[in-house]
């Protein structure tokens, strides 16, 4: 119930693509999706952030598609650059908070050929 | 401002040997936690502490595992007789412990046991 599943494990995209990670979920109490982005040596940081009430938030060239009822949602990188190349981790809280309320995908290991 | 931070960066001891890891958390944030992360995998959470409430100590490996939060500031993660097993990085982040805060994470220890 408490399972964050992320795909794929890893991701390689020529520069000027589309990245695409996507995350799906079964506990429906969940809602707050956020996702952290990990350089190499460095810890994770907040990319981007969705809640159930829309189905999609763009910020920049970094968007969060929701679909509610599949109980999934997704990361699209737009126009795909080397600087992206990091490590993108999914998350989802419930409504009780805490560190048990916070749960982590296993991560998307993402490569921008240049 | 100030972020999250870890010291020592990097740690290596010998199997058996008793290791402290430290975490200074961003001025303000009630809510501190503790991740382990392997090579290459997901973010494993150990510990988390909010204000002064009982910390959750649930995602503990073992009782060689612990935790402490002085003056609801400054943490310590504390592995005694340590094991290969136990070689990763030791993220710790901080938030403002309202529900949805962002985690803010430091860089992490990266502890090798030979």
């Known amino acids: 119930q408490q399972q964050v599943k992320q795909s794929p494990q890893s991701l390689i995209v020529q520069k000027g693509g589309i990245s695409i990670i996507n995350c799906a979920y079964e506990n429906t109490a969940f809602d707050y999706f956020p996702w952290y982005q990990q350089f190499p040596g460095k810890g994770p940081a907040l990319l981007i952030a969705i809640r159930p009430d829309v189905s999609e938030k763009k910020e920049g060239r970094f968007t969060i598609s929701f679909n509610k009822s599949a109980k999934q949602f997704s990361l699209h990188i737009m126009d795909s650059q080397p600087g992206d190349s990091a490590t993108y981790f999914c998350?989802?809280?419930?409504?009780?908070?805490?560190?048990?309320?916070?749960?982590f995908g296993k991560g998307t290991h993402l490569i921008i050929q240049p | 401002g100030a972020g999250v931070s870890q010291s020592p960066s990097n740690k290596v001891t010998e199997k058996g040997k008793d290791v402290e890891l430290r975490c200074d958390p961003i001025s303000g944030h009630t809510a501190l936690y503790w991740y382990r992360q392997s090579l290459g995998q997901g973010l494993e959470f150990l510990i988390y502490f909010q204000g002064n409430s009982a910390p959750d100590k649930s995602g503990l490996p073992s009782d060689r595992f612990s935790a402490e939060r002085t003056g609801g500031s400054v943490s310590t993660l504390t592995i005694q007789r340590t094991q290969q097993e136990d070689s990763a990085v030791y993220l710790c982040?901080?938030?403002?412990?309202?529900?949805?805060?962002?985690?803010?994470f430091g860089n992490g220890t990266r502890l090798t046991v030979t």
């Open positions: 998350a989802a809280s419930n409504p009780g908070g805490g560190a048990d309320g916070l749960t």
């Open positions: 982040a901080s938030s403002l412990g309202q529900k949805d805060s962002p985690l803010h």
